[in-house]
């Protein structure tokens, strides 16, 4: 069984950081892709970054891409998504994923079986 938990999210104006963090229980962390999703109010859940097991390689969506970044401490059983640069429409409930996925399904949520509870990121203007 694999557990995720989700912190780190917050009230935080445009142009500030904040860094999510995903703990993640179960010995096989090191063999899941993780991911990170968000999902702002009234919209769909949409893929935001993820990183490889195998050779820790990251994938972002185009929104994030050079502000956002995902990185993984295997010792720590954790991922972090360090947010800089957040806009108001990053606004949104963030997240984690896991899963052993192979990389062209790896920004599909339905290919994600582990989830967590999701924390709330507001920016405002």
């Known amino acids: 069984q694999v557990q995720l938990v989700e912190s780190g999210g917050g009230l935080v104006q445009a142009g500030d950081s904040l860094r999510l963090a995903c703990a993640v229980s179960?010995?096989?962390?090191?063999?899941?892709?993780m991911g990170w999703f968000r999902q702002a109010p009234g919209k769909e859940r949409e893929f935001v970054a993820a990183?490889?097991?195998?050779?820790?390689?990251?994938y972002y969506a185009d929104s994030v891409k050079g502000r956002f970044t995902i990185s993984r401490d295997y010792a720590k059983n954790t991922v972090y998504l360090q947010m800089n640069s957040l806009k108001p429409e990053d606004t949104a409930v963030y997240y984690c994923?896991?899963?052993?996925?192979?990389?062209?399904?790896?920004?599909?949520?339905?290919?994600?079986?582990?989830w967590g509870q999701g924390t709330q990121v507001t920016v405002s203007s």
């Open positions: 179960g010995r096989t962390f090191s063999r899941y892709t």
């Open positions: 990183i490889t097991w195998s050779n820790s390689n990251t």
């Open positions: 994923a896991a899963d052993q996925i192979s990389t062209s399904r790896l920004r599909k949520l339905n290919e994600y079986g582990y």
